[in-house]
């Protein structure tokens, strides 16, 4: 094994280490303990960039922990789906980090720097890992991640919004070691590749212990990802947190989407006998009720992180129109898809925060208000990401909301997906531009109450729009961006590669 093969676990071993060492420098000299944070977001985007380009050869790397050989060990792997999703990451982490110093966000709590890293870990992990029960031992290391960060500030309605949040994630945790204990029963592995194996070798009086572990496997994954009617504490959550820490939770739900794309074809796909594709009679009902849900949470939340929160709502169902059709042309629209909203969910968060950070008494809520600092400039970017949120051109959300629909053409539920895409779409301009005009157009008469219009720092508003100058750049590259999806879909639903790769050569 050359040095450059190590570089697979670079991703997980960067927060790992920068975790700690940011905490014992915070305590004696702050800035260091800073700079040794923004450093490790340098180091992970270096790193995941670096892996993502050695992934562009289409093999698929396994890199054994310990040097125990898969299925016996535990085994990382690189393939192009998780070093796309590893890219997404650190630009997503880079960006809310530097909002987050700018805005001395990071300043309200000791922990900000070692709960955001080890939220790092806990998703780079969940993107790396080769087997289920690492994948739960991730979830849970991002989890107890969030719990701080969403905390991070205090405050009683985030402590509310926490509680419920803690209990439904145990609640989630508790279904998902059930459904990893029915597969270890059935198949005495946990190791994807072996478990896609070994699933389709089950005999017919297996078939139904094997389709219940899939369907709880899929609850678990569609409560991370908030999925109607298992969506109830996202809004409360990322409305009540600090919008920079929910600008980082918009890859939270991405999680829950990316384990469904993982795990179905490979575990679950044709090979499976009766439990093939066991989630698709129930994804695309509820991708449409969550998308639905989504937007019309937009059109009637009266506060602007209410109204980004629905709206990363609405996009993940939105996503899921795409994934639940499970086809090659499909997932291909899903992955380009679902870089574009992990972004637009956080520019709209960034852009509420600088927002509320100028309006003083009147906050985030969608009110007129006397005019504030940076009101202009705050308008064209809070039009910028609506844009983008709703997928309208030119940025890449109406490239990826295209792409779905061409592909989703030649499936069955076509009117269904079209009908839900084009309906929800419209009713989010319509929320989105009742909003915007409420929020920097009209004007409120000043009085005595009246906010005091001081001049904020214009870095304030540089990540919002570097976020929206990234898909601007992604709707320019969109050839280049839809050949890479493509080309990670067809590896996807080329599970026997993956089996062999993690497995060795013989593996069959």
Known sequence: MTALDHLVIAPVVIPAIVAPLALLAMRRRRRVGVAISMAGCVAMLVAALWLFGIAQDDAIRAYPLGNWP????IVLVLDRLSAMMLVLAAVLALVVMIHAIVTAVDRKGWHFHPMFHFQLLGLNGAFLTGDLFNLFVFFEVLLIASYGLMLHGQGSARLKAGVAYVIVNIVGSALFLIALGLLYGLTGTLNMADLARRV????????????????????????KAAVVPLHLWLPRTYAATAPVVAALFAIMTKVGVYAMIRTVPLIFGDAAGA?????????????????????????????????????????TGTLLLAVSCWTQATTAASLFYLAHATLAGAALFLVADATLRRRGQYGDATVPSP???????????????????VGLPPLSGFVGKLFILQTTFATPAWVVVWATILGTTLVGVIGFARSGSTLFWKTAAADADAIACTERSRAELAMPAALIALLGLLTLGGGWATAQAQATAAQIFAPQHYIEAVLGEGAR
């Open 200 to 223: 389709a070798a089950l005999g017919s009086q297996d078939q139904g212990l094997v389709r219940l572990a899939g369907l709880l496997l899929l609850t678990v994954f569609a409560l």
């Open 70 to 73: 898969a299925p016996f060990g």
């Open 275 to 315: 439990a093939a594709w066991v989630p698709a009679p129930w994804l695309l009902p509820a991708a449409v009720l969550t998308a639905i849900v989504g937007f019309a949470g937009v059109l009637a939340a009266r506060a602007m992180r209410e109204q980004a929160a629905f709206a990363i709502l609405g996009s």
């Open 371 to 389: 005019r504030f600092a940076g009101q202009d400039a705050l308008g064209l970017l809070f039009m910028g990401a609506t844009i983008a949120a």
